[in-house]
Nanobody
Framework: QVQLEESGGGLVQPGGSLRLSCAGS????????IGWFRQVPGKEREFVAV????????IYADSVKGRFTVSRDSAKNTVYLQMNSLKFEDTAVYYC????????????????WGQGTQVSVSS
């Protein structure tokens, strides 16, 4: 089964940028839809973005549309989440997740998860 590991989180000022990575092992990520989710304490995990398998299109939450971009590097078996124009409200633990079925925004439909990486936006 595929294993996922996020990296790239950190502390950034409002308006800044970060790029998160989701590295896969034990499986080829291009065969999976890869979703990005985020969670703050006391709230449910929320959908951020998903990229369809094998070079398919991306879907974004309205709150990040135009600021975040998902991309794949098949040679590195990695999916990226480029986050620009970061806001205070983007502060959360970010997770990547994988599933082989259809594209979905529901966290319940994903089969494999990484451990998460903290993103903090603060001045």
């Amino acid at each position: 089964q595929v294993q996922l590991e996020e990296s790239g989180g950190g502390l950034v000022q409002p308006g800044g940028s970060l790029r998160l990575s989701c590295a896969g092992s034990g499986g080829t990520l291009s065969r999976y839809n890869i979703g990005w989710f985020r969670q703050v304490p006391g709230k449910e995990r929320e959908f951020v973005a998903v990229v369809r398998r094998s070079g398919g299109a991306e879907i974004y939450a309205d709150s990040v549309k135009g600021r975040f971009t998902v991309s794949r590097d098949s040679a590195k078996n990695t999916v990226y989440l480029q986050m620009n124009s970061l806001k205070f409200e983007d502060t959360a633990v970010y997770y990547c997740a994988a599933r082989r079925g259809g594209t979905t925004r529901s966290q319940l439909e994903y089969d494999y998860w990484g451990q998460g990486t903290q993103v903090s936006v603060s001045s």
